[in-house]
């Protein structure tokens, strides 16, 4: 039996940063004026690009290197705890033979030192992050290029994701998307998702088959 890829998002996903990052960016959307309540919700599973672009293209050059610079400071020593039951999903279905790939708005930089933390150097048959792509998520440009590196159809991958712009993303690019309700209540993914799951703690492989 041929079985379906597993595509990972990172934040929210396979590791639990999303809270730490919520602390960072309200407290940033504030500092920065923007005028949008709870800054942290509204960016979620976006890229560093797409958020320059939405939210500061009307402030200086400098301004914008100085979001950039303390954005990626904070994310270059930030924690990185695993979502529970993420790790051991992982293994569990690299032992079973599932391709594997990572789809994240992150970029390189953070998944590498995710990777050394969580021993996941070997894991990922493909790794998409911000640095490959010139569209972020909700664009589906990122699952199917990763569809694309492994040679496998879009209709052939599993997604696993818990901002909408993620599920967004997944929907689009004609995957089938479980939902993680990690940052999101499960009441506002169901309709959007195929299933919703807390997090990976006791999903078996036969969840993974019936999916």
Request: glycine share 6%.
């Amino acid at each position: 039996m041929k079985f379906k890829t597993a595509l990972f998002d990172f934040d929210g996903v396979i590791v639990d940063t999303e809270p730490i990052y919520d602390i960072f960016w309200n407290e940033a959307g504030e500092r920065y004026e923007t005028g949008i309540e709870n800054f942290a919700a509204v960016i979620k599973g976006t890229t560093l690009p797409y958020i320059m672009d939405k939210y500061f293209s009307d402030r200086t050059d400098e301004f914008r290197q100085m979001v950039i610079k303390e954005s990626t400071e904070y994310e270059s020593t930030m924690p990185l705890p695993a979502m529970p039951g993420s790790m051991e999903f992982l293994h569990l279905l690299k032992k079973q033979g599932v391709q594997i790939g990572l789809v994240t708005s992150s970029d390189d930089l953070k998944v590498k030192r995710a990777f050394k933390l969580h021993h996941l150097e070997n894991m990922f048959d493909t790794i998409v992050t911000a640095d490959r792509i010139t569209k972020g998520k909700p664009d589906p440009m990122c699952y199917l290029l990763a569809a694309n590196d492994l040679n496998v159809s879009p209709a052939d991958c599993i997604v696993f994701e818990d901002s909408f712009a993620g599920i967004q993303a997944g929907t689009d690019a004609g995957m089938r998307v479980i939902g993680l309700s990690t940052t999101n209540p499960e009441e506002t993914l169901k309709n959007k998702v195929y299933e919703v799951i807390p997090n990976f703690v006791q999903i078996t492989f036969e969840d993974y088959l019936r999916w």
